[in-house]
């Protein structure tokens, strides 16, 4: 046993005194959350002093806490296909499938089940493993035919055993209850950035229509997948308070997407200066620090980052990835590029996974079906 008036434990007293006054904020806030868990009470303050960590520090402890919370070398495979493109009302200042810019993209109707479910055995044949439907709707009120459609692809491709996941613009409190009961998994619906910065980006939908939304998923008991872009000409403190919001919600998101704009000729935000990795890892690494719990998705943008990149961020907390050739409308990585990521960096796909709730409904159908198959 050291004295503590040996050297050695005088020089290990000084280098504990040491860190205990230099260490960053995503050190002390990642090793508080590794011992206590999830918490919903961060200050802005709290976040913004992790986000703002030097880099490397922050890369560092936010792959301690993603270790602790996951297993660090599983990531999901997601597909996301726009079953209903174009022609939406809203004026999302990023997104080509607004009416209201010239971008090039013909509207079109929903897509037929034959297609979609094409498109869902695809998929799940490439490896993924949720699949995730987007419709150009600013809501689905006054949809009740197409909606009724979507309940009937949510069941057919749940019972392929995916994780299904849609995106339909505001949904009402019935609607919800709805999707629940068809088998969605999760259901996406990103604030985009700050309370603060979203009047420069949309005016078409407010920021509290959008966490009703989001209330009314939680008590249907479905999975929240919320996050948002960076890139849209945001200050770091409307990241920072993207988070906050995120972090801060009664439960967090089971699914946060970080984005990185794709400027698309012809919206407003054609011009904007791209992400830089860097940017990505500070957002992708304070997301897992501060919701430890959630799948951090390292969504649109990916297409501009080299393996290296990626490899960064799926190191910084990131866990699951968008694949195929298209996100909604905008290119992404080619199948057989993240099929080589995946074997040089040791990556393991992520099984889909469901609640216990499924999971028990699944094996009561499953024993229904052999009574009845056994006379």
């Given at each position: 046993?050291?004295?503590?008036?040996?050297?050695?434990?005088?020089?290990?007293?000084?280098?504990?005194?040491?860190?205990?006054?230099?260490?960053?904020?995503?050190?002390?806030?990642?090793?508080?959350?590794?011992?206590?868990?999830?918490?919903?009470?961060?200050?802005?303050?709290?976040?913004?002093?992790?986000?703002?960590?030097?880099?490397?520090?922050?890369?560092?402890?936010?792959?301690?806490?993603?270790?602790?919370?996951?297993?660090?070398?599983?990531?999901?495979?997601?597909?996301?296909?726009?079953?209903?493109?174009?022609g939406c009302s809203e004026d999302c200042s990023y997104c080509p499938q607004s009416s209201r810019y010239h971008t090039g993209l013909k509207a079109q109707k929903l897509m037929t089940k034959e297609a979609v479910m094409q498109a869902a055995k695809q998929a799940k044949e490439a490896g993924s493993t949720r699949f995730c439907m987007g419709a150009a709707w600013r809501d689905t009120v006054g949809r009740k035919t197409?909606?009724?459609?979507?309940?009937?692809?949510?069941?057919?491709?749940?019972?392929?055993?995916?994780?299904?996941?849609?995106?339909?613009?505001?949904?009402?409190?019935?609607?919800?209850?709805?999707?629940?009961?068809?088998?969605?998994?999760?259901?996406?619906?990103?604030?985009?950035?700050?309370?603060?910065?979203?009047?420069?980006?949309?005016?078409?939908?407010?920021?509290?229509?959008?966490?009703?939304?989001?209330?009314?998923?939680?008590?249907?008991?479905?999975?929240?997948?919320?996050?948002?872009?960076?890139?849209?000409?945001?200050?770091?403190?409307?990241?920072?308070?993207?988070?906050?919001?995120?972090?801060?919600?009664?439960?967090?998101?089971?699914?946060?997407?970080?984005?990185?704009?794709?400027?698309?000729?012809?919206?407003?935000?054609?011009?904007?200066?791209?992400?830089?990795?860097?940017?990505?890892?500070?957002?992708?690494?304070?997301?897992?620090?501060?919701?430890?719990?959630?799948?951090?998705?390292?969504?649109?943008?990916?297409?501009?980052?080299?393996?290296?990149?990626?490899?960064?961020?799926?190191?910084?907390?990131?866990?699951?990835?968008?694949?195929?050739?298209?996100?909604?409308?905008?290119?992404?990585?080619?199948?057989?590029?993240?099929?080589?990521?995946?074997?040089?960096?040791?990556?393991?796909?992520?099984?889909?996974?469901?609640?216990?709730?499924?999971?028990?409904?699944?094996?009561?159908?499953?024993?229904?079906?052999?009574?009845?198959?056994?006379?």
């Amino acid at each position: 046993m050291l004295s503590i008036r040996s050297p050695t434990s005088q020089l290990l007293l000084r280098s504990c005194s040491y860190y205990s006054t230099t260490a960053s904020a995503a050190a002390v806030e990642a090793e508080r959350t590794i011992r206590q868990g999830p918490r919903n009470d961060w200050t802005r303050q709290q976040i913004k002093s992790i986000h703002d960590s030097p880099v490397l520090d922050l890369l560092f402890h936010g792959a301690q806490v993603h270790r602790y919370a996951h297993n660090f070398r599983e990531v999901q495979q997601c597909t996301l296909l726009s079953i209903k493109t174009g022609g939406c009302s809203e004026d999302c200042s990023y997104c080509p499938q607004s009416s209201r810019y010239h971008t090039g993209l013909k509207a079109q109707k929903l897509m037929t089940k034959e297609a979609v479910m094409q498109a869902a055995k695809q998929a799940k044949e490439a490896g993924s493993t949720r699949f995730c439907m987007g419709a150009a709707w600013r809501d689905t009120v006054g949809r009740k035919t197409n909606f009724n459609q979507i309940l009937e692809y949510v069941k057919d491709i749940r019972d392929m055993g995916m994780e299904v996941c849609c995106t339909l613009g505001m949904l009402e409190k019935q609607q919800a209850l709805e999707l629940k009961k068809a088998g969605l998994t999760a259901y996406n619906h990103n604030l985009d950035t700050s309370r603060e910065y979203y009047p420069n980006i949309i005016t078409t939908r407010t920021y509290d229509e959008r966490l009703e939304t989001l209330q009314h998923v939680r008590e249907a008991g479905i999975n929240v997948c919320s996050g948002g872009i960076i890139g849209l000409g945001e200050a770091a403190e409307d990241r920072v308070g993207l988070l906050h919001t995120l972090a801060t919600l009664p439960s967090h998101p089971e699914s946060v997407p970080i984005n990185a704009l794709v400027a698309v000729k012809g919206t407003p935000l054609q011009d904007q200066k791209p992400v830089e990795i860097w940017e990505m890892i500070r957002m992708i690494a304070t997301a897992r620090i501060v919701m430890p719990k959630s799948m951090v998705r390292l969504s649109a943008g990916r297409v501009r980052f080299s393996m290296p990149e990626q490899a960064l961020c799926f190191l910084a907390g990131a866990n699951s990835i968008f694949t195929g050739e298209k996100l909604l409308t905008t290119p992404n990585n080619d199948f057989d590029a993240d099929q080589l990521m995946f074997k040089i960096l040791g990556l393991i796909p992520k099984a889909p996974s469901f609640s216990e709730e499924e999971a028990e409904g699944s094996e009561a159908e499953n024993c229904e079906e052999a009574l009845s198959s056994s006379g």
